[in-house]
């Protein structure tokens, strides 16, 4: 199946397929009608989505890809803030210690 059968996945509507297989002519020609109702192939049109249809591709592709980028930058972004929180708490506590032996110098220095 491809991304043009599926169903968009933000929405969950179905794509629209042109053009199905059936009828003896391949799934996305673009088909146009003549005056006395005779289907014919417009060759341009078919191009033209053809590249529309390869250009959509690489961009679902490239947007997949960010996502997956992104969820990998959230993720470091998360634990570089855990490590950051885990160090300041580190920091006050070698902070209180320090303070802590300063004032009992200060009282030996007092009392000799």
Same mark, same amino acid.
């Given at each position: 199946?491809?991304r043009m059968e599926g169903s968009y996945p933000?929405? =969950?509507?179905?794509?629209?397929?042109?053009?199905?297989?059936?009828? =003896?002519?391949?799934? =996305?020609?673009?088909?146009?009608?003549?005056?006395? =109702?005779?289907k014919r192939v417009e060759p341009t049109q078919?191009?033209?989505?053809?590249?529309?249809?390869?250009?959509?591709?690489?961009?679902?592709?490239?947007?997949?890809?960010?996502?997956?980028?992104?969820?990998?930058?959230?993720?470091?972004?998360?634990?570089? /803030?855990?490590?950051?929180?885990?160090?300041?708490?580190?920091?006050?506590?070698?902070?209180?210690?320090?303070?802590?032996?300063?004032? /009992?110098?200060?009282?030996?220095?007092?009392?000799?």
């Amino acid at each position: 199946m491809s991304r043009m059968e599926g169903s968009y996945p933000s929405t =969950g509507r179905r794509a629209k397929t042109i053009g199905s297989g059936r009828h =003896g002519r391949p799934k =996305g020609m673009i088909v146009g009608r003549l005056n006395n =109702g005779v289907k014919r192939v417009e060759p341009t049109q078919e191009n033209d989505l053809q590249r529309l249809m390869s250009r959509f591709e690489v961009l679902i592709d490239r947007v997949e890809q960010l996502k997956r980028r992104n969820a990998l930058l959230m993720a470091q972004e998360k634990s570089w /803030r855990e490590e950051r929180a885990h160090l300041i708490e580190k920091n006050e506590i070698a902070k209180r210690k320090v303070e802590s032996m300063i004032v /009992r110098l200060k009282a030996l220095e007092q009392d000799s």
